[in-house]
């Protein structure tokens, strides 16, 4: 089995049971605080991928650091990881969790990159109505990128909308370069 396909087997379990339970809330934010760490610190990382330590070390390790933050059921599932030796798998099982409770909830996280750098009132605005016609919450990450001369690329779920000046000059110029030279 694909690291992919196995992150989400465990994601979509977490995620169940999350659910039954009412612990969505508690798990996201326990899962948010082990992104970051997985993010951000080499040591924990280290920590969970060593194979020098074994599972009952690693589970002491992580109970005394996640012990007063982490709700009983994100516990269990890290030591289910743990005693299967899917520690190195973290990071995709936590991607992989986000994306699962976003189909469950009908968010579309996105990414809109602008010539100039937008305010929030815009970013809403383009939130509101990318929401309004897809059916869906849109969350949108915002970045710039002087390069696209004016306009904006919008990346949603697994398409790329490209307004961009830089594109559309880029296309005038291929139209100008193999148009036909007509007779004078």
Do not use: C, N
């Not at 002491?60 to 520690?87: K, M, Y």
């Not at 009132?121 to 509101?128: G, K, L, N, Q, Y």
């Not at 849109?138 to 909308?161: I, P, R, S, W, Y």
């Not at 193999?178 to 004078?184: H, I, R």
Request: glycine share 6%; hydrophobic share 50%; no cysteine.
């Amino acid at each position: 089995m694909r690291h992919a396909a196995i992150a989400r087997v465990y994601a979509a379990a977490l995620l169940e049971l999350a659910v039954e339970r009412g612990e969505v809330p508690a798990v996201v934010a326990d899962l948010e605080t082990l992104e970051s760490l997985w993010a951000e610190s080499p040591e924990f990382r280290r920590l969970l991928e060593s194979p020098e330590l074994g599972v009952a070390q690693k589970q002491r390790a992580l109970a005394r650091l996640l012990a007063e933050a982490a709700s009983p059921l994100t516990l269990r599932f890290l030591v289910a990881l743990l005693r299967r030796h899917r520690e190195p798998l973290l990071g995709s099982v936590l991607a992989m969790f986000r994306r699962l409770l976003d189909e469950r909830e009908q968010r579309l996280r996105g990414r809109l990159v602008s010539a100039r750098a937008l305010g929030a009132a815009e970013r809403e605005r383009i939130e509101t109505a990318l929401s309004r016609r897809l059916g869906a919450t849109v969350l949108l990450e915002t970045a710039t990128d002087d390069a696209l001369l004016a306009g904006m690329v919008l990346h949603l779920a697994d398409q790329t909308v490209d307004g961009s000046l830089r594109t559309r000059l880029g296309r005038l110029r291929d139209q100008l370069l193999t148009a036909p030279l007509g007779k004078e």
